[in-house]
């Protein structure tokens, strides 16, 4: 592969900020190069650590390609976790709730665009029982966004007559979104999300 460019100088970070910084390097160099095709070495070269360093954080590439993965899905469930909760517990704010978190995924997406996609396409390069608890995890997600969305229709708020699968369009639609939008290129993220939760509120739920 192309040599990947070099940090200018090493920084001392906490533990856990290094380790996401590495994520995040791992996860461009995978999406430029294919996962197949990219070192441990290549990583700590562009990362500017040593190889001892980067095998500190991360026992193997298998082990780094499972921290990406989880970062967009187990992570990112954890975080919208608390909202989820609040929006059960707020029967008459539901489609409020839904439009926050769905808010909130666009933008946590498209600012973790390279391990998004690198999630969708090598998680097959995980060992069977992390691809199956992965996918455990997303199906929990997809069932609270179809929870909150007949909490809404049954408040009057919402309008379906097909919670789980109005639950999946509006996912796809959320992810889409990582696929084309670059930064820098006319509307913020944060413009990109307002119009996309418009559209999936007001047009595919009729709120």
């Given at each position: 592969m192309t040599s990947p460019r070099k940090s200018t100088g090493r920084q001392r970070l906490p533990t856990d900020e290094r380790r996401a910084q590495?994520?995040?390097?791992?996860?461009?160099?995978?999406?430029?190069?294919?996962?197949h095709h990219?070192?441990?070495?290549?990583?700590?070269?562009?990362?500017n650590v040593k190889s001892a360093s980067l095998y500190h954080h991360f026992r193997s590439k298998t082990d780094l390609l499972q921290a990406i993965v989880?970062?967009?899905?187990?992570?990112?469930?954890?975080?919208?976790?608390?909202?989820?909760?609040?929006?059960?517990?707020?029967e008459q704010c539901s489609g409020e709730f839904l439009a926050v978190l769905l808010r909130r995924q666009i933008i946590y997406l498209c600012e973790h665009a390279d391990a998004l996609w690198v999630a969708d396409r090598e998680i097959?390069?995980?060992p069977p029982d992390v691809i199956a608890h992965v996918q455990r995890s997303r199906?929990?997600?997809?069932r609270t966004i179809a929870?909150?969305?007949?909490?809404?229709?049954?408040?009057?708020?919402?309008?379906?007559?097909?919670?789980?699968l109005v639950a999946l369009a509006a996912l796809d639609m959320v992810n889409g979104v990582s696929r084309w939008y670059r930064p820098g290129r006319g509307r913020s993220v944060e413009q990109v999300a307002d119009d996309y939760v418009a559209l999936i509120i007001k047009d595919l739920l009729g709120g």
């Open positions: 590495l994520v995040d390097i791992a996860s461009r160099l995978f999406r430029e190069h294919g996962y990219v070192g441990m070495r290549d990583i700590a070269d562009a990362a989880e970062s967009v899905s187990e992570d990112f469930i954890a975080s919208q976790e608390p909202f989820a909760r609040a929006a059960r517990d707020e097959n390069s995980l199906r929990h997600y997809q929870a909150l969305i007949a909490d809404g229709i049954r408040s009057g708020e919402l309008r379906s007559s097909a919670p789980d």
